[in-house]
C-alpha cells in the first residue's frame, strides 16, 4: 500500500472540492487541487513538486480533509483585534479625499493625522494611516501608480517597450522594433 493513500471521497465532497478547487484564495484552491489528486492516484512527492511544497504538507492536508472534510480545507480567518484606529481614520478621512480636486486642499499624512485627531479624537501613526490609505485604494482600484518610466503618452506593453515586440530593452538593428519604435525605447 505504500505510495497509494487510502482516501476516499463521495461524489458530494468531490462535486464540493472541485468548487473549490476554483477559489480566488490560492492556498483553499491548492489544498482542494492536492486532495483531488490524492483521490486521482497521484502520490504526495508527486503533488509536492506540482505545487511547490513539502511531500508532508501534502499529508497534512489530506489528514485534515479526512478529519474535517471539506470545510477543513477552506481559509479562515486569523483571530486579532478589529482595527478600530484604521477603520476610524477610513472613515474621517474618506470624505476629505472624495471631494472634488480643485475645490479641496493638499491633504498631506501628517495634515489627514491632525484631522482625524480633531475630527474623532483617535492618534493614529503615519505608518499605520499610510498602510491604510493604500489598503483602501487598492480594494477600491485606487489611483494609477505606475512607474515615471510607464508615464509616456505611448501604452507599455508591460514589459518596458512601448512598441508591440515585446523587448524591454533597446536592442541593436537587427531588433524586431521599426526605426520609427526604436526611438522611443
Wanted: proline share 6%; glycine share 8%; hydrophobic share 35%.
Amino acid at each position: 500500500m505504500a505510495g497509494k493513500s487510502p482516501l476516499t471521497a463521495s461524489g458530494e465532497q468531490r462535486a464540493a472540492l472541485a468548487a473549490l478547487a476554483g477559489s480566488r484564495d490560492r492556498g483553499e484552491a491548492d489544498r482542494a487541487r492536492a486532495v483531488l489528486l490524492t483521490l486521482s492516484g497521484w502520490t504526495s512527492p508527486r503533488i509536492a513538486e506540482a505545487f511547490g511544497v513539502r511531500d508532508d504538507t501534502v499529508r497534512l492536508w489530506r489528514c485534515d480533509f479526512a478529519d474535517g472534510g471539506v470545510e477543513a480545507l477552506t481559509a479562515s480567518v486569523a483571530p486579532g483585534p478589529a482595527p478600530v484606529k484604521s477603520e476610524t481614520a477610513l472613515r474621517v478621512v474618506t470624505p476629505l479625499l472624495e471631494e472634488p480636486v480643485a475645490d479641496r486642499r493638499n491633504w498631506t499624512i501628517p495634515r489627514l493625522r491632525a484631522e482625524i485627531e480633531a475630527r474623532a479624537g483617535v492618534r493614529i501613526s503615519r505608518s499605520q494611516l499610510s498602510k491604510a490609505l493604500r489598503k483602501k485604494s487598492s480594494v477600491g482600484g485606487g489611483r494609477d501608480t505606475r512607474s515615471r518610466h510607464a508615464r509616456s503618452p505611448a501604452r507599455s506593453n508591460g514589459s518596458g517597450c512601448v512598441c508591440d515586440c515585446a523587448n524591454s530593452r533597446p536592442q541593436p538593428a537587427t531588433s524586431s522594433c521599426s526605426m520609427a519604435t526604436r526611438a522611443r525605447h
